[in-house]
């Protein structure tokens, strides 16, 4: 089992009667601490009880620490910097892969970085961002072929996030089951996806909520989803602009369009795990104020078929009644005590005290 487990010291908080009924586990080391024996469904995937944190003190070696959750022999790796609407399409890549997303550090490759896609062996990398991003990191990686074992690398590049988004559109097969269109510079549509995809992975694009470009459209036309979504902020696509969306991404067919509000992105993580979950061993939270974490965590989520919530130093009601329904027996927490806060640990606890 990897790190060092300690036992924490709530009972004096919470009294005994909580503390039997759940299993408390803290990170002390660079690995992510975790309970429970090896589950024989899928190797590699440890069993999970009580509340898990995953904790570091920045975005990238989080995204590091939740990679590490996933077995070696992944279809891809995506590789994305700070930039919330990059990291909103990069995780739609990723859930689509099959594999985690990597959150880039701001000086470019770290060894923890190389040496965790050393142990991933992924048959493609995908790096996300902009031109001039994207060839620095590519020109990075190929001074790690050793490690690489061969693996393809490819760019998902452009100039905004429209044209990023349209790229990495290009990378995926026509006929996905849906692709999500999301509203330019609209962090909570950003954020709503996020809580999406790990129930149904699929392309996220970036759209101008008066009129889509070109490259948007060309992307749907490529994409050709069977089922649209259409996922509006604070304002929403004109009529125009998501008539036209609907239009090439149809090409003559008839498409359901689900229109999803992101102005409380739990309603919508709930209302999808009401569609397609019955019962789930797990869950993972994650803080609107840690939106690089909350993007790696759909990836895994996704990898691990776990639903994903959001959360701060409070635990929404919502949440904690679904992740009830869903009979879930462990809770995976990411990011640091200053960001989650030890309320919304108490609160997780609680649940799963039940």
Known sequence: ?????????????????????????????????????????????ECRTGLVRVAAPDAQTRSLELSRLIPAGVAAVVLAGRNDEELAVAAGLATSMGGPLLVLPAAGLSAALIAE?????????????????TDRVIGLLAGHEDVLH???IVAAAGLDASEISASAAQLLPRHVAVAY????????????????????????????????????????????????????????????????????????RLIPV???SAVDPNEAAVQATERFRTEASEAYLAPLA??????????VARHLHAPL???????????????SRLGAESVVVVGTDAIVGQRTQLEVS????R
């Not at 896609?117 to 991003?133: I, Y």
């Not at 459209?217 to 009529?239: D, E, K, T």
Request: charged share 20%; with cysteine; aromatic share 6%.
């Open 258 to 260: 689900d229109r999803v």
């Open 117 to 133: 896609l050393d142990r991933l062996r992924p048959k493609t990398v995908v790096v996300v961002g902009s031109p001039a991003d």
């Open 1 to 45: 089992m990897p790190g060092t487990q300690r036992r924490s010291g709530w009972s004096t908080a919470i009294g005994f009667a909580v503390v039997l009924s759940f299993v408390l586990v803290w990170r002390a080391a660079p690995e992510p601490v975790v309970a429970g024996d090896v589950c024989g469904a899928e190797v590699g995937i």
């Open 181 to 252: 269109v999301i509203g330019d510079h609209d962090i909570l549509s950003a954020v709503t996806v996020a809580t999406l995809v790990p129930y149904e992975p699929g392309p996220v694009l970036v759209a101008d909520y008066a009129a889509a470009a070109g490259e948007t459209l060309g992307a749907l036309s490529h994409l050709a989803p069977r089922r649209l979504v259409s996922v509006r902020g604070r304002n929403g696509f004109s009529v125009e602009a998501e008539a036209t969306m609907i239009h090439y991404a149809s090409a003559g």
């Open 150 to 152: 061969g693996a393809r």
């Open 350 to 353: 609680e649940v799963l005290g």
């Open 309 to 323: 919530f959001t959360t701060g130093f409070d635990l929404p009601e919502p949440v904690t009644a679904e992740i």
């Open 290 to 299: 840690d939106t690089a974490g909350l993007f790696a965590a759909a990836a």
